[in-house]
């Protein structure tokens, strides 16, 4: 008895099952768009995030001691270069510097009797020399002394912006002592550090390109100005420096930025089209339109570049990998091209 409902249900099924094949067999090749498979030398590009710095930076110091009398700044406020900044006072320089003139118009005076002298032999030779080497020792005291009065005000050494004041109005300075901190942001550096597999492709003056996040828009051209020979053990990585121009000081000092870094490589690359990849429980693959049957290749995926995606399996250059419509495919299926992507 048993046999027998097996019997009825394998003929009540069997109905079902051929009709299921025969609509498979009729069903329409699908739909699909293809791409050429391309081959040609293929940039190697990767983006490291690194921080904005100042092309010039520095410590404004006073080279002589002071009282500070004046202020022409304010943190914040832009310089030019020789702008005054601040302004000291040392009376005890101030009268160094009157006592070292009067000594230098002595000696000057003297000179010039003894040369008149000389003429007429009225004094020595030695007499002559000894006031010459006195009028220069004068006039290299009184020089000195200028240019320590000179340093009384505090001057820009370069364009830029006043981020720090060290110093108020009624504080003395010691010689030495900062006053404050210019940054000059018309040019600035973005200081990255680069992967040690790829810092020996990289070349002085190669151009890169500068995004940042935080101020959107187009990404700006850079070139690599120095590769440090030294790097950092812990993270093998080498400190690179890529410098552009910021002619309207939008990108400021300490902001992240990413840089892109492009590596040409000599060897010529497969490359497929970035819709072409489909993603299997066996890894990545590439279907191929050929007789109008749609052929799967198993790929190793490699570096992105302008929509191309670079790979290893087998293909070659000029064969056709579908592109839209691959969703669904399985190996074997009919397929009908009906465009050719550009």
Request: hydrophobic letters at 40%.
């Amino acid at each position: 008895m048993p046999s027998n409902r097996l019997l009825l249900a394998i003929l009540l099924c069997s109905p079902s099952l051929l009709s299921s094949d025969l609509s498979a067999q009729e069903r329409p090749p699908t739909p699909v768009i293809v791409a050429e498979v391309l081959t040609k030398p293929f940039a190697e590009e990767f983006s490291v995030l690194g921080r904005i710095q100042p092309r010039r930076a520095s410590l404004v110091a006073t080279e002589t001691e002071g009282l500070t009398v004046q202020r022409f700044i304010d943190s914040g406020q832009t310089v030019k270069r020789g702008d005054p900044l601040f302004l000291l006072k040392n009376d005890e320089l101030a009268a160094a510097l009157a006592e070292a003139e009067a000594d230098f118009a002595l000696r000057q005076a003297n000179h010039r009797q003894s040369i008149k002298l000389r003429e007429t032999d009225t004094v020595s030779e030695q007499a002559l020399r000894d006031d010459a080497y006195e009028l220069a020792r004068a006039r290299a005291k009184l020089s000195g002394l200028k240019a320590q009065v000179d340093n009384l005000s505090i001057r820009a050494p370069f364009p830029g912006h006043i981020i720090q004041t060290f110093t108020s109005v009624g504080q003395w300075v010691s010689r030495g002592g900062d006053i404050a901190r210019v940054i000059y942001t018309d040019t600035v550096r973005v200081y990255v550090n680069v992967p040690e597999q790829h810092v020996s492709h990289l070349q002085l003056g190669a151009e890169t390109e500068i995004s940042v996040d935080a101020l959107g828009g187009a990404p700006v051209k850079g070139r690599i100005i120095a590769i440090l020979a030294e790097g950092y053990q812990e993270s093998r990585t080498f400190p690179v420096i890529v410098q552009t121009a910021n002619p309207d000081g939008m990108m400021r000092s300490n902001m992240s930025a990413r840089v892109q870094f492009r590596i040409a490589k000599e060897r010529e690359s497969i490359l497929v089209h970035k819709d072409a990849l489909v993603s299997g429980p066996m890894g990545q693959v590439v279907y191929l339109a050929r007789d109008g049957k749609a052929i799967s290749r198993p790929v190793q995926t490699g570096l992105a570049h302008q929509g191309f995606v670079a790979v290893s399996g087998d293909l070659q250059a000029g064969d056709l990998a579908v592109v839209r419509g691959n969703e669904r495919l399985r190996d074997g299926q009919a397929i009908r091209i009906i465009r050719k992507h550009q």
